[in-house]
């Protein structure tokens, strides 16, 4: 078995892409089983809404239960992240437009804004794993604002269906294990973005 993250924490940081959160629970599986240490993370629309991809209850259970620990959801639970050094690296999987929004503004009023700022007081690395239908529209500034920020990689992504959600980008989650090795290593994987 590859142990490669033997040992490192990761903040596994979720926000609300529902439809996303159960190939982002096997990543964070597939982290713990190659030696890591999660720290999740949860922002507060995505631990407060049930939705047809699962109830709150349901997944913040099931965080829980592949972290080994309880999960982090409020601002105030996530502040001492940085000073208490408690993560040498956060994912955000999935990450929203939202979430991209606020990080690119300096907007911190979730868990995971939080998590990620006090984190990266640090300058320790933050992967992102875009989920968004708007990334190529409106988004598209601030993800870019985020492409040339320091200590942020992002896990590579893909047009998931160009012709009825032309401007959406959907991160190759199975590539999260592959993006946090890289990152410690200050690579961004490439191609960023692509189309199957």
Excluded: W
């Amino acid at each position: 078995m590859n142990e490669n993250l033997k040992g490192v924490k990761i903040g596994f940081a979720m926000t609300g892409s529902f439809c996303t959160f159960d190939r982002c629970f096997r990543q964070a599986e597939q982290l713990i089983k190659m030696g890591a240490e999660l720290i999740p993370i949860m922002s507060e629309n995505a631990s407060i809404f049930s939705t047809r991809f699962g109830t709150n209850i349901e997944n913040i259970a099931r965080l829980n239960k592949i972290s080994g620990r309880e999960v982090i959801m409020n601002i105030s639970d996530a502040e001492p992240i940085g000073p208490k050094n408690m993560t040498d690296i956060v994912v955000v999987a999935p990450c929203t437009s939202n979430t991209v929004a606020k990080l690119a503004n300096g907007v911190t009023d979730t868990a995971v804004t939080m998590a990620v700022k006090s984190h990266l007081r640090s300058g320790k690395p933050v992967v992102l794993a875009i989920a968004s239908n708007d990334s190529l529209l409106g988004s598209a500034k601030n993800i870019g604002e985020l492409f040339n920020r320091k200590n942020y990689y992002f896990v590579p992504m893909l047009q998931d269906d160009i012709e009825k959600k032309p401007a959406s980008l959907v991160a190759e989650f199975e590539m999260i294990p592959q993006a946090v090795e890289a990152a410690f290593n200050g690579i961004q994987l490439r191609p960023i973005i692509y189309n199957k």
